[in-house]
Each structure stands twice: as C-alpha cells, then as structure tokens.
C-alpha cells in the first residue's frame, strides 16, 4: 500500500505542475512551451495596444502642428521608422521571451514618445495663434 503511493506520488511528480495543479493527467496535450507562447504572444498584442494609442495620438498632433509651422516632414518620418522599429523588436522579443532585448527596444520607443512630446510641445509653442 505505502509502495503503491509512492510509485502514484512519482508519476504524477514527473508530469509538469500546471497539468497536475488543473488535473490533466493527459501527456499528449499542448505543452507548456505552447501555452506560454500563446500567452506571451497575446500579452504582447495587449502591449502593443496600450502603447501605440499614445504613440498615435501625439504623432498625429505634432505632424498637424509642425505642418502649419515647416512643412519639412523628415522628422515625422525619423520618428516613425524609429518607433516602428522598436516596437517590432519590442513584441517579436517579448514573443519569443528574451528580457534584456525587449527592454532595450522598450526604452527605444519610449525615448521617442518622449522625444515627440517635446517636439510637439515646442511645435505649438512657435505657431502663430
């Protein structure tokens, strides 16, 4: 009886936590490396959508703004391929789950929505009202 125990207590050990914790016994099921992609996979998609509002919002504001005051567009587009670079990165690493890539490319476009806040709040400083 104590036998039986311990032979059930160590299969059930050698299974991955979460299916034993949900009560899953099955071993064919998803595994955990798919399920945690998925998950970080939607947590970047969830990011993304929280960020790219802002990131919008104000670059839309600057280029209405900074096109009344110098129709010289190159920093619009400096700002954008530089936001849109980090922001790839930002999800492909964070996908594939690599921490200190992801942070770097974070700050990158973070750096840039501030760098276009600043561009902004100077552009409607200098527009004739």
Sequence with gaps: MIGARQKQRSK???QHPVHTR??????????PDDEDFATR???AIINDSENDTYFLILYLGTAIFSYSVNP?????????SIYL?????????YALGFQLP?????????LCTFAISLDLVITMSRSSN
């Design 12 to 14: 059930s050990s050698s």
């Design 41 to 43: 996979v939607n947590g």
């Design 102 to 110: 992801r942070t770097m490319s974070y700050l990158a476009g973070l």
């Design 22 to 31: 949900n009560g899953n016994n099955d071993t064919n099921s998803t595994g």
């Design 72 to 80: 010289d567009i190159v920093r619009m587009v400096v700002y954008g």
């Design 85 to 93: 670079t980090a922001r790839t990165l930002h999800s492909t690493m």
